[in-house]
């Protein structure tokens, strides 16, 4: 049998050690510290943004940027279905509930032209506000999220948004290094959000961190991380804070991978593409591909193939040792979201049953690839 070929592992080949070694000689192990500082003035550095600020993980970071942004208990925020739940989960922290919004089948993202349709067959504006009719609700956020690496086309959303009013959050947490139009995911609208948790490109082990060109929602957001303590060594809280802090040691983590960022990027860039070429040779499978627009970092690679194959394929890529697996279940079909308003659904429908992301993280060699792909292979053969 094959070594196990996993699916996105971290891979700890830099200084990690060192700094963190130099957290635990120094004693500066909790939420201050120069690591904490350093890693948010490397990724904002790195993304194309004026401001960084660390959280516990990339939840966190959601929670904090919508609740910045405005987002109050009963209210709605547009959002796609097919996800990962942490965005959704977020919005209902904030006492709002989703509208679920269809997705493209090209990029797996959140379907620009399905909001634009929505928010404006199905809302009114009223009050300076835009409202669903079927809810009555006000809609007060939109939260595209860059699937898999690959980038939301986001200039017409940002369009859109500036029409209706609405602050953008871009969930960036697998897409850290992907370009959109030759600018940095993260840079891409009002505030973005990053993950760090093990099975991104980099990791601190868990880890987030939220990056702005706005100095007034980056203060507030930092001031919300720490207890929303205003004036420290005197506990002078003013609103309801959350310790959503990284620590030193999770950032020092974070500071060596980010070192290694760029070689991990050109290496899953290389990967994909192998990928691409040897499963040309399957007429029943795709590869998810980058838009012209775009340059994915390829952070999961995913199969799309017919969808009477995706289980049986999937248990037998298990079997041969080659860790594979589905997309997220479809948010509206949850418990706790089914009641949510949905909008254009029936290809995201048709998205998911064809999913299977595939071995991809940065210590994959191309013998691994040729053995994943010699898996699919005969697969298809026996049928
Ligand atoms: C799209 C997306 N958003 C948010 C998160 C949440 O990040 P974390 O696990 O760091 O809370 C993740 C990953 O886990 C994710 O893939």
């Given amino acids: 049998m094959h070594d196990l070929v996993p699916l996105s592992i971290p891979n700890i080949s830099g200084n990690e050690w060192k700094y963190i070694k130099d957290c635990l000689d120094t ?7 120069s690591y904490v500082d350093q890693f948010e003035k490397n990724v904002s550095q790195y993304v194309g943004t004026d401001y960084g600020i660390a959280t516990v993980n990339g939840t966190a970071a959601l929670h904090l940027s919508l609740l910045a942004c405005g987002v109050q208990p009963g209210d709605e925020v547009l959002a796609p279905a097919f996800t990962f739940i942490a965005p959704v989960n977020a919005i209902r922290y904030c006492g709002a509930s989703p509208i679920f919004i269809g997705s493209d089948p090209k990029t797996l993202c959140l379907d620009v ?3 634009n349709e929505f928010l404006s ?3 009114v504006k009223q009050d300076g506000g835009i409202y669903s009719k079927q809810t009555g609700k006000k809609i007060s956020a939109i939260l595209p999220v860059h699937i898999f690496g690959h980038p939301v086309d986001m200039a017409p959303l940002n369009e859109i948004a500036s029409e209706y009013g609405l602050p953008v959050i871009e969930d960036a947490s697998e897409s850290l290094g992907s370009e959109y139009r030759e600018k940095k995911t993260g840079s891409l609208s009002t505030v973005a959000c990053f993950s760090f948790n093990g099975n991104k490109i980099i990791t601190c082990g868990g880890g987030g961190m939220v990056t702005t060109s706005q100095e007034s929602l980056a203060n507030h957001i930092r001031h919300l991380s720490t207890q929303a303590n205003r004036i420290p060594f005197e506990y002078e809280h003013d609103e309801v804070g959350y310790n959503y802090r990284l620590t030193n040691i999770q950032a020092a983590l974070g500071v060596a991978q980010l070192e ?10 290389n990967n994909a593409a192998l990928y691409r070429r040897l499963l040309s040779e399957i007429p029943q499978v795709d590869l998810a591909w980058e838009e012209p627009w775009a340059k994915s970092n390829f952070w999961l690679c995913t199969l799309l193939v017919p969808p009477a194959d995706r289980k049986p394929l999937m248990e ?5 040792n080659a860790q594979v697996r589905p997309a997220w279940k479809l948010m509206h079909t949850l418990p706790m979201y089914q ?3 949905v909008y254009g659904m029936e290809q995201t429908e048709a998205i998911f049953e064809r999913c299977i992301s595939i071995p991809s993280s940065v210590q994959l060699n191309a013998e691994d690839i040729e053995y994943v792909v010699g898996c699919i292979k005969t697969y298809f053969e026996q049928l």
């Fill in 113 to 115: 032209n399905l909001v």
């Fill in 339 to 341: 009641d949510c308003q």
């Fill in 121 to 123: 067959r199905e809302c």
């Fill in 27 to 33: 004693g500066w192990v909790s939420s201050v510290g």
């Fill in 260 to 269: 290694q960022l760029d070689s991990f990027i050109e290496i899953k860039r």
């Fill in 316 to 320: 037998y890529l298990l079997a041969q």
